[in-house]
Nanobody, 129 residues
Framework: QLQLVESGGGLVQPGESLRLSCAAS????????IGWFRQAPGKEREGVSC????????YYADSVKGRFTISRDNAKNTVYLQMNSLKPEDTAVYYC??????????????????????WGQGTQVTVSS
């Protein structure tokens, strides 16, 4: 079965960290750009970060720049999103998406929403004291 599976979400206090994982099953991520998106209740889906398939070029939304880090481990067929200094406004369901596209990272972040080959099921992140 071809799918993406997210894990690593949970409930944390402001200022704490989480690492989300996006693992591919049934296909290899080597040739795919990967993006992380989030959607909070009553809000539109937001592109958080992405990483290209070729040179590892990365993109971050302004809201997470300096706090989140995306990385990929092709040997483990997994992409990670390290989230530090979490804030209550980071609370959302986080999804990863894969698309076999290439280009500059800012383009990839937009294109991943519309040219997606695979979406994960989502993992809940709640930041609350």
């Amino acid at each position: 079965q071809l799918q993406l599976v997210e894990s690593g979400g949970g409930l944390v206090q402001p200022g704490e960290s989480l690492r989300l994982s996006c693992a591919a099953s049934g296909f290899t991520l080597d040739y795919y750009a990967i993006g992380w998106f989030r959607q909070a209740p009553g809000k539109e889906r937001e592109g958080v970060s992405c990483i290209s398939s070729s040179d590892g070029d990365t993109y971050y939304a302004d809201s997470v720049k300096g706090r989140f880090t995306i990385s990929r481990d092709n040997a483990k067929n997994t992409v990670y999103l390290q989230m530090n200094s979490l804030k209550p406004e980071d609370t959302a369901v986080y999804y990863c998406a894969a698309a076999r596209i290439s280009g500059f990272s800012a383009y990839l972040m937009r294109a991943l929403q519309y040219q997606t080959d695979y979406w994960g099921q989502g993992t809940q992140v709640t930041v609350s004291s």
